[in-house]
């Protein structure tokens, strides 16, 4: 081992084919280093076609655990003759191209400061497999093999891994063990692996970690939170949460005794339908979700609408991806905050949640459930392609089996009873408080004998509701997208149309508080805190798949003797605490992911934010942010 040897620390890129079936091969490296106890960040960048078109698999590996992407590649794995000199190009000097040496390379691939590692992968499947399907397959385990030995990752490692990934199809583990060990012996016969200046140690710094995706995270999220209902139409980057919803449904919402399954998945023939039946599953006292990206959110903002005038319980998962339009499908964004912010025609606000690991996802899913409810209001969970398609280290999920939901304002048959028990005869709205608070309940005293469904009886904007069925005489209303009055009868008088709107511009003010509130960490430290932090005059904001490199850009910083208070969001709209962490900040860097700075628009039009204190650090190409982006954008406007 030499002095220049870096441990547990580099980033390899694995250029293939699309439809090669190399996916399943490079998530073996991720996870065998994850085996390893050492941090590993991969990233999957792949066209939106079916095949034939050159795809990416990219893992960092930190072993002082920064999960953001970074600049520079130390290792390429070029098995693509499409995107060769692109590759090749992306190498970091002193780094190393190793490539299919079956074939000569073309012309021009002379650079001194990298180091070439030939490999004849295509003759060496040739060689040992005769099925042409498995040639290709084998292939990538064989390149697998012969990182595992240049990387001296524990061979024990990589085989128990290939056994619990074919557990169930026993035939399949030996030619792949064949295909490792014909890499690994490769290396040994022709190459000096204690040359190679990269090494993974074994480490124990994962423990209580997992590796998940978040668009599986917010399935299970909403298994957890009582959905039984969903409704979509397949859309990438989003079509996953759905699929794996219906795994976890058909393991845990089937009842033991029957066999009868306890929930329902329609594919509709629009997004547009798929939201009307989430919302008509809703309004009948099902737990329901969609799932969807930007296009998709498009689609159904008549609806989203409906369900803000309408007041009907809604939860919508929006996995962004690049746009506008078709955009591109399979490259991550931050692109719909304002599109979900204020989906529909007319004066519309709707709360977001903005996860940033696959846990937050799980845990914020979950809660949207809760928030629906208790708002009545379409709720929107806001991830992205990178971190719903993307496996990553997150804590382990937990879940409190004592926990019970939050069905909001929901009156029971009991409670309507109450409610009319005192009203005159003549028909008139007056009643009998007293006799109305018999439960001990005095809000139903204030519907003074006479169930409004839209009537806010507690200052809050949020009225009370019912589910249909639940009274064979009381309670019912008629739900319309038209204006009404507090009894949810048709009318266009303008003084009812505006209490009506006040009343929601209300409820969205008893949503700041009800949505998580922001993370802080104060400047010169790395603990995260519930405290507004105004040690510095300067602030940055991010949220979601910006949050780890841009944590890793405030290191760059400190080491710089430059400090920054951080603020990382997770809900719309914006609370006290936020507003606190603005009005206390001279300067304040907003990073997102798109190009028009659409959080930063937020915050201008809900807060009222000058905008010469906001400095926008964007990045829009599709790939998830690095770093030094961040950092070199922030130097460059510091000046």
């Known amino acids: ?31 065998a280093v994850f ?7 991969p990233k999957n960048i792949f066209p939106s076609n079916i095949q034939g078109l050159p795809t990416w698999y990219e893992v960092r590996v930190s072993e002082k655990g920064h999960l953001g992407r970074r600049e520079g590649v130390d290792v390429v794995v070029a098995v693509n003759p499409q995107s060769i000199n692109k590759d090749y190009a992306s190498v970091s000097p002193g780094g190393y191209f190793l490539y299919d040496s079956s074939k000569p390379l073309p012309p021009g691939f002379d650079r001194t400061d990298i180091e070439l590692i030939p490999i004849p992968l295509m003759q060496l499947a040739n060689a040992e497999f005769t099925d042409a399907r498995q040639r290709q397959l084998f292939k990538n385990i064989i390149y697998i093999g012969a990182l595992v030995t240049l990387f001296k990752i524990e061979f024990s490692v990589i085989e128990q891994l290939i056994g619990e990934q074919f557990r169930g199809k026993e035939r399949l583990i030996e030619p792949n063990i064949k295909a490792l060990k014909i890499g690994e012996k490769w290396v040994q016969d022709n190459l000096d692996p204690d040359s190679f200046s990269l090494r993974v140690e074994r480490r124990d710094l994962l423990k209580g970690k997992i590796l998940y995706n978040g668009n599986s995270a917010c399935a299970l999220g909403a298994i957890y939170a009582g959905a039984t209902v969903a409704a ?29 399954n306890n929930y329902a998945i329609v594919q509709a023939e629009d997004e547009l339908a798929a939201i009307g039946m989430v919302m008509g599953a809703s309004w009948n006292g099902a737990r329901s979700f969609t799932a ?13 609408g409906l369900g803000y005038f309408a007041e009907i319980p809604t939860v919508l998962i ?29 004066d519309t606000k ?19 459930f809760d928030l629906t409810e208790r708002l009545q209001t379409p709720v929107i969970v806001i991830t992205d392609l990178a971190l719903g398609m993307n496996d990553h280290i997150t804590d382990e999920l937990t879940w409190d089996d004592s926990k019970t939901y939050d069905r909001g304002k929901v009156l029971t048959a009991e409670q309507l009873e109450e409610i009319y028990a005192a009203q005159p005869t003549n028909g008139s709205n007056g009643g009998n408080g007293a006799a109305q608070a018999a439960s001990g309940d005095e809000r139903l005293a204030r519907f003074k004998g006479r169930f409004g469904r839209y009537l806010d009886i507690d200052g809050d904007g949020i009225p009370f509701r ?9 309670g019912a209303f008629t739900t319309r997208g038209s204006s009404r009055d507090e009894y949810a009868i048709y009318t266009e008088d303008g003084d009812a149309y505006k209490r009506n709107v006040e009343r929601l511009a209300r409820k969205f003010e008893t949503a700041k508080e009800l949505v998580p509130q922001p993370e802080f960490i104060k400047a010169g430290s790395t603990e995260p805190s519930s405290e507004v932090s105004k040690r510095s005059r300067d602030g940055i904001i991010y949220f979601g798949t910006s949050t780890y490199a841009a944590m890793e850009a405030m290191e760059m910083f400190e080491a710089d003797g430059i400090h920054l208070d951080a603020m990382r969001p997770r809900a719309f709209p914006f609370g006290k605490a936020f507003a606190e962490f603005v009005a206390s900040h001279d300067r304040i860097f907003v990073v997102e992911q798109n190009r028009d700075a659409q959080f930063r628009s937020l915050m201008m039009i809900e807060l009222g934010t000058d905008p010469a204190k906001l400095v926008s650090i964007l990045n829009f190409d599709g790939t998830p942010i690095t770093a030094d982006n961040i950092y070199g954008q922030i130097k460059a406007a510091m000046g």
């Open 318 to 346: 929006d996995v962004q991806r690049t746009g506008p339009s078709t955009g591109m499908p399979t490259r991550t964004q931050q692109s719909d905050l304002l599109l979900a912010a204020y989906a529909s025609h007319g």
């Open 1 to 31: 081992m030499t002095n220049s040897t870096k441990i547990n620390d580099f980033v390899v890129r694995f250029a293939n084919v699309n439809g090669t079936g190399s996916a399943s091969a490079n998530a073996l490296f991720t996870r």
């Open 350 to 368: 709707h709360p977001l949640l903005l996860p940033a690991t696959p846990k937050e996802c799980f845990e914020m899913t979950a809660m949207a």
């Open 466 to 474: 019912t589910i249909p069925g639940t009274h064979v005489s009381r």
């Open 35 to 41: 085996r390893m106890g050492v941090p590993a960040t």
């Open 232 to 260: 979509w139409y397949p859309i990438t980057p989003s079509t996953s949460v759905v699929d794996a919803f219906a795994k976890y449904a058909a393991k845990y919402r089937v009842d033991p005794e029957t066999g009868r």
């Open 292 to 304: 969807t990206s930007g296009p998709g959110v498009s689609l159904m903002n008549e609806f989203i």
